[in-house]
């Protein structure tokens, strides 16, 4: 892929776009759940990016490589905007949560499959679980405001049923932090990227989403799954390489450059496939003029063994299964134990005092309880029964497991 950015490409400001053209709309058709996915992603990349660049910004010396940052940062901008317009029909808050916990959850399955073994793919398995819970108690909580099942907004291609409960998530800043990774592999450079980002966004969305809520169940909800999405993203995000502000900002270009290859290959959807095809294009200029910098201040660029593996998002049903047989270990530092194992007073025993008071009050048992009530068992949407034999009994909300 490296050997594209020698071709002819654009100018860097063939990346702007008239602000008639960004306030357009577009609806999705219902079936796309995973072209709303790849929306959700790049967009979240693209977010990823600009945080990223205003934090780097300060730390470069040069005022002609910060001008030139400034102008990748507007462009990127203007990315974001591009994709911004894509709705699926009847998309409101609480259907877009669903959206970003499914993202989360494929993007992980997806990447831990394409991993050696080793901390990262570690990671991945024991976030996994997590996100699938999040989208069972959103769906849940859709069930019971809306009388509506997300199965068919999904178009059945995840499964919607207990992991790791949501109370369990609650963990000690101290334990979410992993050893950085040292490694030439670019997926393993990459992949905490792409996940970060969509946690990033998770966590950003879950909490405007509770401001906005008119419902108190429902905003209580958002705002746990934003707490939790922070403790997720500082995990995924600590085991990134250790580098220079030039290493970190061509990473993120090349990780750009990455997503939009491997989007537009998979988009069944023609414009969306041509959207991605064009960002491509911008992101190899974004790419080669961040080589110019670093070769401008006599630094190369990061070396990679090969080239990565085209990410491909789609169904895993068969390995999220197996990999929920981990929902009752929780993190200790940086190694992840049954919670069993845990000594007396342990930072997560402590912390779940202080931040889980009252077991039965937290939002994501509550929206579960008032479904149980309601319909006298929960939604859930499963092509077998669930991996975990205690999951199985429909009519209660197993909480104590993982804590």
Do not use: W
């Not at 990262?120 to 699938?132: G, S, V």
């Not at 419902?215 to 922070?230: G, Q, T, V, Y």
């Not at 929920?324 to 194992?341: D, F, H, I, K, S």
């Amino acid at each position: 892929m490296m050997q594209e950015i020698n071709g002819i490409l654009p100018t860097l400001e063939q990346g702007l776009s008239s602000l008639e053209k960004l306030g357009a709309s577009c609806l999705l058709p219902a079936e796309s759940p995973y072209s709303r996915a790849r929306l959700l992603l790049a967009s979240a990349m693209e977010k990823f990016s600009l945080d990223e660049m205003g934090h780097l910004i300060p730390r470069i010396p040069a005022q002609d490589n910060r001008r030139a940052l400034s102008l990748l940062r507007r462009l990127e901008s203007h990315q974001q905007a591009r994709l911004s317009p894509y709705r699926l029909p009847g998309e409101n808050d609480l259907r877009h949560g669903i959206l970003l916990s499914m993202m989360a959850m494929e993007l992980s399955a997806v990447l831990a499959q394409y991993l050696k073994e080793g901390s990262l793919r570690q990671a991945l398995h024991f976030l996994l679980p997590e996100f699938l819970d999040e989208t069972y108690r959103l769906a849940n909580f859709l069930l019971f405001k809306e009388d509506d099942t997300a199965q068919d907004m999904l178009a059945g291609y995840s499964e919607i049923m207990p992991g790791r409960p949501l109370i369990a998530c609650h963990r000690h800043p101290h334990d979410e932090i992993c050893h950085p990774l040292s490694t030439d592999d670019p997926l393993e450079n990459i992949t905490p990227l792409l996940l970060g980002a969509a946690l990033g966004v998770k966590k950003d969305f879950s909490l405007q989403a509770a401001c906005r809520a008119d419902d108190d169940l429902l905003r209580a909800l958002f705002l746990e799954i934003s707490l939790i999405a922070e403790g997720q993203q500082t995990r995924i995000l600590s085991l990134l390489p250790q580098r220079t502000p030039y290493a970190a900002l061509y990473l993120i270009q090349f990780t750009e450059m990455y997503l939009y290859d491997s989007l537009s290959k998979d988009e069944e959807n023609p414009g969306l496939r041509q959207l991605y095809l064009s960002e491509k294009e911008l992101e190899k200029a974004h790419l080669k003029k961040v080589i110019r910098m670093m070769e401008d201040e006599g630094e190369a660029p990061p070396f990679f063994s090969s080239d990565p593996d085209r990410l491909r998002l789609g169904p895993n049903k068969g390995y999220i299964r197996d990999v929920l047989q981990n929902v009752g270990v929780t993190a200790r530092r940086e190694e992840y134990v049954p919670v069993g194992a845990l000594p007396e007073g342990a930072d997560f025993f402590r912390y779940q005092q202080r931040v889980c008071t009252h077991p039965q009050e937290i939002a994501s048992h509550l929206c579960i309880a008032r479904v149980l009530e309601k319909f006298g068992m929960d939604y859930r949407f499963e092509i077998a029964p669930h991996p975990i034999e205690l999951f199985r009994n429909r009519s209660c909300d197993h909480q104590e497991i993982g804590r």
